[in-house]
């Protein structure tokens, strides 16, 4: 039921496509002007969070929408950097499974899910964050991919080897 619930979540995030859009660019700009680590630094991924919270009031905490993010909240986020890192780095895996046609929601996604929710307590709403995140950086890594042209058979094996055995 869990995992459901975070598949119906992401899939509102995805329709948050204004937000996704600028998001998008903004994810983008940092990725053509920045090595990979540095988009993974605390800064990068703080702004990033800061961003999904200045626009959470569009998302779905469990079955009701989000409330918008306090000032608090942006300023001291209710995620870990760590958190918001995973479900970054996992984004750029999702979306390389997408661009290559496998099956990036059971393989890479839920996983996610499933251990942000082993980790510890994680609200609804600290959930949505994760999960909004991980749908603004997937959504600007796989365009980008999409403009370099074709998954490779080679980049296909590859992650098919190093996501998570279909379930």
Do not use: Y
Request: some cysteine.
């Amino acid at each position: 039921m869990q995992d459901a619930r975070a598949v119906a979540a992401f899939q509102r995030v995805g329709r948050l496509t204004s937000f996704l859009g600028f998001a998008a660019l903004l994810v983008a700009g940092q990725a053509s002007a920045q090595p990979v680590d540095e988009l993974f630094s605390d800064a990068s991924v703080l702004r990033l969070t800061r961003l999904v919270l200045s626009n959470l009031g569009k998302a779905r905490c469990g079955g009701a929408p989000c409330a918008p993010a306090t000032e608090a909240e942006i300023a001291a986020p209710p995620v870990t950097l760590d958190q918001a890192r995973l479900a970054m780095r996992t984004a750029v895996a999702s979306a390389n499974a997408e661009h290559c046609g496998l099956d990036w929601q059971q393989r890479s996604f839920l996983p996610m899910v499933r251990e942000l929710r082993e980790g510890g307590r994680l609200s609804e709403r600290q959930m949505a964050i994760l999960t909004m995140l991980h749908g603004v950086v997937q959504g600007a890594t796989v365009n980008s991919a999409r403009k370099d042209g074709p998954c490779s058979a080679a980049m296909k094996a590859a992650l098919d080897t190093e996501l998570a055995p279909a379930r």
